[in-house]
């Protein structure tokens, strides 16, 4: 097994330093750094293989879908899937979740109908289904939170009733880091004959996910959070639901007979591919899961487990640190805090000079944000080339930000 | 990249000691701006009379960029006439970018020029001016009607 420095080793952008120092990168909730293989791979496919894929005759048109295909492949095994053609690639998970909303959401749900959502949606699993229900005429519903920031089973099964059509849920918060029941919800959800949308962004690329054992009807995430590159997402479907649902895209590559005045559809995955697709973003995205197969999801997982109990017990030296959401256990590897009397922005700031990179805002979760009764908050999130040497760096740059503020503040 | 280039002591004085928040009673036109990316908001409230800024205040959440900035955009336009206010918008626009700007008709706003070598905390800084200068439309297009 690889140790954390030969990992972090194999990730060209934290080699140089950034203000000065070592740069200790803490924003991987929102995009992850890559590794060199996924790195030459993109550059390999461009330098030996590129050419449009699913047409060309010659052998290098060949060549690119093979690799194309291959990656949904990889994809596929990576996640359980019971085949490749349950892999639509999408630019990430928005379009993944619009793309449901906007095809079955909007064949199925009608008037009166339910959507159940939880209050920590991510705006991208949030407004479609907002934006569903108020063209339908149906009810959306949020699941209650509870103050740690979990949701409740006992509420699911309250909430989620027989007018209910779809249950759309993050399976880890992006702000509260709560890893929610997502298995268990997707039995409530089809006990009463709903299907479940599974935010996928913030778990598949930290922890092992097995689609069939979730038994969720859809899954989507983002490439470039899971050490891919940007603009190539997936949506996992299950076959029976993706084999009877509407293009939302039409154009080339999604085809199968074009008349004068009716065309004709490939089967699910392609017909939600319209248009020359990212083929080198998905030729990285199988080079990604690639890599972290070979690091192994237990092993990432499990490190920034032991990452995130770390920060949460070292936070705690900081008596003016206020920590949101679940403890250690419940939350996947971030941390959304506020260091009180500061603003996120400024902490950012101060941490940022000290070559620590966190997030302040949002974190396109507004409705959550009113919740917490934060207009904004900072967050620290880890991935597998964190170390425990980069919590000490947040903690001694939170130490200055404090030092820093309460001497200008008073 | 210094932090006592950003964070200068009159900015914390600012932040800490806001002057002219509150509310303007009646004879003003009132702007609500946020900030989408980060979550900042400002109420800004300007009342003229004559052509000259005879009063303005506001209400805001933010960090210590754009509270101090609004606190001291007040303080420097207060009793100017609004084409001179103006012009001390686009000069302070102008500081903030990093381009050529006559800072000593800023004032204390000079201040903030370091905001220009913080290029993620050029919008906090801009988010009072440009609730100044939509408040100014509004007052015009009020008169007009």
């Known amino acids: ?115 159940v959502i939880t ?25 209650p939170l509870q103050p740690d920031g979990t949701i409740r089973l006992e509420d699911a099964e309250r909430e989620i009733t ?28 089809h ?22 054992d979730l038994d969720c009807d859809f899954l989507a995430f983002s490439g470039h959070k899971m050490c891919g590159p940007t603009g190539i997402g997936v949506l996992y479907g299950k076959r029976e639901w993706l084999s ?67 920060a949460l017990d070292r936070l705690k030296e900081i008596p003016e640190i206020e920590i949101y959401g679940p ?27 000290e070559g620590v990179a966190i997030r302040a805002g949002h974190h ?26 980069d919590v000490d760096a947040l903690i001694d740059a939170l130490a200055k930000a404090k030092e820093f503020f309460s001497h200008a503040i008073g | 990249m210094q932090l006592d280039d950003l964070y200068r002591q009159v900015i914390m004085d600012h932040y800490q000691h806001p002057r002219n928040q509150g509310q303007i009673e009646d004879g003003a036109v009132s702007v609500h701006l946020h900030n989408p990316t980060c979550g900042d908001e400002i109420t800004l409230q300007l009342a003229v009379e004559d052509g000259i800024v005879r009063d303005v205040r506001f209400k805001g959440i933010g960090c210590s960029i754009s509270i101090a900035s609004a606190s001291m955009m007040s303080e420097t336009i207060k009793g100017k006439s609004l084409e001179e206010a103006l012009e001390l918008a686009e000069e302070f626009h102008r500081m903030i970018r990093g381009e050529p700007a006559d800072t000593e008709r800023l004032g204390d706003l000079e201040a903030l020029q370091g905001v220009s070598k913080f290029p993620a905390r050029v919008k906090c800084a801009l988010l009072a001016w440009n609730a100044f200068e939509r408040a100014v439309q509004e007052q015009r297009q009020e008169r007009r009607a």
Not at chain 1, 66 to 83: L, Q, T
Not at chain 1, 121 to 143: C, D, T
Not at chain 1, 174 to 184: H, S, W
């Open chain 1, 244 to 310: 009877q649902m509407e293009p939302v895209y039409y154009g080339g590559e999604m085809i199968e007979v074009v008349e004068l005045y009716r065309s004709t559809w490939k089967e699910a995955p392609w017909r939600f591919e319209g248009g020359t697709p990212n083929i080198a973003g998905a030729v990285g995205l199988g080079a990604a899961v690639d890599y972290l197969t070979g690091v192994g999801m237990e092993n990432v997982h499990r490190w920034e487990q032991e990452l995130v109990r770390y």
């Open chain 1, 327 to 353: 403890g250690a256990g419940q939350r996947a590897g971030l941390v959304t805090f506020n260091l009180r009397g500061v603003h996120p922005h400024d902490v950012a700031t101060v941490l940022d000079a």
């Open chain 1, 364 to 389: 396109c979760a507004q409705p959550l944000m009113r919740w917490l009764g934060a207009a904004a908050t900072a967050r620290a999130s880890f991935y597998l080339y964190n170390t425990e040497e």
């Open chain 1, 1 to 115: 097994m690889k140790t954390r420095e030969e990992i972090r080793r194999e990730f060209p952008i934290l080699q140089q330093p950034m203000n000065g120092k070592r740069l200790v990168y803490l924003d991987s909730a929102a995009t992850s750094q890559k590794p060199l293989p996924v790195i030459e791979r993109i550059a390999r496919y461009y330098s030996e293989e590129n050419a449009n894929v699913h047409r060309g005759v010659y052998a290098l048109a060949g060549r690119a879908t093979e690799a194309f295909e291959g990656a949904r492949e990889k994809v596929a095994r990576f996640i359980g899937a019971s085949s490749a053609d349950e892999i639509v690639f999408t630019r990430g998970t928005t379009e993944g979740i619009n793309l449901v909303a906007a095809s079955l959401g909007r064949r199925m749900v009608g008037e009166g109908d339910e959507i």
């Open chain 1, 162 to 189: 027989e007018r209910t059509k779809i249950v759309a849920v993050a399976h880890v918060s992006n702000v509260l880091g709560t890893v929610n029941p997502v298995k268990e919800m997707a039995r409530i959800a």
């Open chain 1, 119 to 143: 209050p920590m949606e991510h705006h991208s699993n949030l407004i479609p289904w907002q934006q569903l229900a108020l063209a339908k005429g149906a009810v959306l519903k949020y699941l």
């Open chain 1, 191 to 212: 006990r009463k004959g709903a299907l479940i949308v599974v935010d996928a962004a913030q778990s598949v690329p930290h922890m092992p996910v097995d689609v069939r």
